[in-house]
């Protein structure tokens, strides 16, 4: 049985940084896309960032890119998202997530087949 688990989130003020974790377990991930989204109160579920497991190339929304970085732990069997300078507006309930791999990154929620349960992320300005 697939089990992700995010940990890390919490309050921050803007412009400090936060690192979520992801534990991941139930089968080899080798083969699959990690990605993590985020959600805000009355908003879509948005994509973040993505990783490639077994080469470690990765993805990232516009919004995050250069503050954001995804990474993993092959060791850990855990995929890392280091937040940096940090907003009000990237407040959300914060999501990890696992695709089987394809050609190119998946964004969109609905196309991942396995999800944690979520960390809140909380920016104050």
């Known amino acids: 049985q697939v089990q992700l688990v995010e940990s890390g989130g919490g309050l921050v003020q803007a412009g400090g940084s936060l690192r979520l974790s992801c534990a991941a377990s139930?089968?080899?991930?080798?083969?699959?896309?990690m990605g993590w989204f985020r959600q805000a109160p009355g908003k879509e579920r948005e994509f973040v960032a993505a990783?490639?497991?077994?080469?470690?190339?990765?993805y990232y929304a516009d919004s995050v890119k250069g503050r954001f970085t995804i990474s993993r732990d092959n060791a850990k069997n855990t995929v890392y998202l280091q937040m940096n300078s940090l907003k009000p507006e990237d407040t959300a309930v914060y999501y990890c997530?696992?695709?089987?791999?394809?050609?190119?990154?998946?964004?969109?929620?609905?196309?991942?087949?396995?999800w944690g349960q979520g960390t809140q992320v909380t920016v104050s300005s």
């Open positions: 990783i490639r497991w077994s080469v470690g190339n990765t």
């Open positions: 139930g089968r080899t991930f080798s083969s699959y896309h």
């Open positions: 997530a696992a695709v089987r791999a394809a050609m190119a990154f998946r964004v969109v929620a609905d196309e991942y087949d396995y």
